[in-house]
């Protein structure tokens, strides 16, 4: 049998790691935490479950999760957020592809819980995400939103089942992180030489909440499917006027 090493990166995640840990102790060999100093609980839940906890200065989303790889020690890894946890049907899927020697990479539907709601439509589902891979084969990139890049002869198998992901408690939560990734996008595209124009910034605000609560069926989430589409229309909005901004200050 294959053997998985679970990786997770870690900052005060005390009120998520636990049920996350809980989740993967029966797929895990062995549990590898990449924290950045966290100062709550995170570190004692973590020894409770027996991770392997690894202390590094943030480096970015995609090098703290690279470093994670680097320190497992089987080629399988499995990357999942702390924030994250495997329901009950894909844990069972993971341990058949497990049983099976693996051999591929693994996607799978991600099922994100908004302010205590699921969300099942708008862009947030499926959200297919691929979270394990012989590391040998593939690489984090990207500031924000990172993706895993494979070898070109890798293939790739959906699993049923859904990672349960447990995104803001509140809409003040979304709205932070709305204004801190924002500023992340519009860094990354500044340094890339890009540029966002007037009609960039009236416009796609607009296409993103009519994509988010017509195309991609927000409106059958309620409020919620609505306050979503909006916020992630907000987030468009910001991205591209701060990115104005540096390139005319």
């Known amino acids: 049998m294959q053997k998985l090493s679970v990786v997770i990166i870690t900052f005060n995640e005390e009120r998520n790691i636990e049920r996350c840990l809980k989740s993967v102790q029966d797929i895990a060999d062995e549990i590898v935490v990449v924290d950045s100093n966290s100062q709550d609980k995170t570190l004692e839940i973590c020894e409770k479950y027996k991770a392997k906890v690894y202390q590094q200065e943030w480096l ?13 020690n089987y080629d399988y890894v499995f990357s999942i957020d702390a924030d994250e946890a495997l329901s009950e049907e894909l844990k069972t899927s993971i341990q058949t592809a497990k049983n099976n ?4 990479a693994y996607q799978f539907n ?14 947030w589902y499926p959200d297919v995400k691929l979270r394990i891979w012989n590391k040998k084969q593939g690489l984090w990139k ?3 939103h990172e993706k895993i890049y494979l070898s070109d002869n890798v293939k790739r198998v959906h699993l049923k089942g859904d990672l349960l992901h447990y995104s803001y408690y509140t809409i003040q939560d979304h709205i932070a992180q709305v ?11 500044f340094n890339k030489g890009k540029k966002a124009g007037v009609f960039v910034i009236v416009f796609s605000p607009m296409f993103k909440f009519f994509k988010e609560y017509i195309l991609k069926l927000g409106i059958l989430d309620g409020l919620y499917g609505f306050a979503i589409s909006v916020i992630s229309a907000h ?10 901004q540096k390139t005319h200050s």
């Open 142 to 144: 990207g500031e924000i």
């Open 101 to 104: 020697n693996f051999g591929d």
């Open 235 to 244: 987030e468009s909005f910001l991205k591209y006027l701060k990115l104005y």
């Open 110 to 123: 991600r099922l994100n819980n908004y302010c205590g709601k699921w969300i099942r439509h708008t862009s």
């Open 179 to 189: 204004n801190k990734f924002s500023e992340i996008s519009a860094d990354a595209k």
């Open 60 to 72: 970015g989303y995609s090098e703290q999760k690279n470093l994670g790889n680097e320190k497992a």
